[in-house]
């Protein structure tokens, strides 16, 4: 069996949970596959070496036979680790060492409990949609489970957004940006502008306006079978486009095209697992003790 690691800080505390894991994994003969970076930290707080490891990184990916890729961290690390696996269709296990942990929902006191299930394929698996981006400055289509952005950049003034839907024209938006939102990331940046949460399972798309300047602009939900493409007006000649959290700085004449990308991303789900349990935990509903 094949499991990828990945991680980019391993913190002090964590160290005997980490040193646990890593022998239960040993002890079942399982080759790991542990990111580069990762390696290096481990090797700083827990002692070990490379040698311990196969290594991968985003330009060599791990083999197309790993069957699970553990991801240490909170929702940011599985973000930037699907950047390394695209449409492997490896599952993603997030034990969340962070806050939040929408995504990375099995948390770090959990896991050495959850891990023989886990291995053993006892738990189920959520398949997240992804949004594609295609822009004249790059030559490959980005990806993003979250969010794409358009922001304002090195200007205080708003910019304006000409937005189409399969070619049709929806809307100039004025404000200070534009963000097309997945299920998956409606519990992000959109839900601070004032967006919905929305379903995982969902087949839709919310585009949200960042601070509007028309205040009868409210967010719009739109089936994820839509092209959605994006023209940018600004008094700065660049522009921020944001995929989940990477940031790219794009020329106003470049337009972007957003769809839903033609795989899904897996999510591993531990035993008793609720969406509605944790969306209630991380947003303290009914901590009110009238409830």
């Known amino acids: 069996m094949k499991i990828g690691i ?29 990111c580069d970076i990762y390696i290096k930290e481990l090797y700083k707080v ?28 909170g929702d940011g690390t599985i973000l930037s680790a699907i950047t390394f696996i695209k449409d492997s ?3 993603i296990v997030g034990v969340n060492t962070g806050r939040l942990g929408f995504l990375a929902t ?11 299930r886990i291995l053993d394929g006892q738990c189920s698996i959520s398949e997240r949609s992804l949004l594609e981006v295609r822009s004249p400055a790059h030559k490959a289509p980005s990806y993003a489970i979250n969010e794409a952005a358009v922001m304002r950049k090195e200007t205080t003034s708003m910019i304006t957004v000409d937005t189409f839907v399969n070619n049709v024209f929806l809307n100039t938006f004025w404000a200070d940006g534009l963000i097309i939102s997945t299920p998956t ?13 929305i379903y995982p399972k969902a087949d839709i798309f919310v585009i949200t306006p960042v601070s509007p300047h ?3 602009v409210r967010p719009l939900i739109l089936k994820d079978d839509v092209k959605i493409r994006l023209k940018i ?12 959290s990477r940031y790219n700085t794009l020329d106003v004449e470049d337009e972007i095209e957003i769809r839903k990308a033609d795989f899904k991303i897996k999510i591993v789900k531990y035993k008793n697992y609720s969406y509605f349990k944790n969306l209630r935990e991380k947003l303290n509903w009914g901590i009110d003790s009238r409830n």
């Open 185 to 197: 990331g409606s519990t992000g940046y959109s839900l601070s502008c004032g967006g919905p949460i």
């Open 106 to 116: 099995l948390q770090k006191t959990e896991i050495l409990k959850e891990l023989p």
């Open 233 to 244: 007006h600004s008094r700065s000649e660049k522009y921020s486009l944001s995929l989940d």
């Open 6 to 34: 990945y991680g980019q800080v391993v913190k002090e505390e964590d160290k005997e949970l980490l040193q646990t894991f890593f022998q239960k994994l040993e002890e079942k003969e399982i080759t790991l596959y542990v």
């Open 214 to 216: 028309n205040l009868n």
């Open 89 to 91: 269709n490896i599952p």
């Open 46 to 73: 827990l002692g070990y070496k490379n040698s311990n490891f196969f290594s991968f990184t985003k330009k060599k990916g791990l083999p197309k036979d790993t069957q699970l890729l553990f991801t240490f961290g």
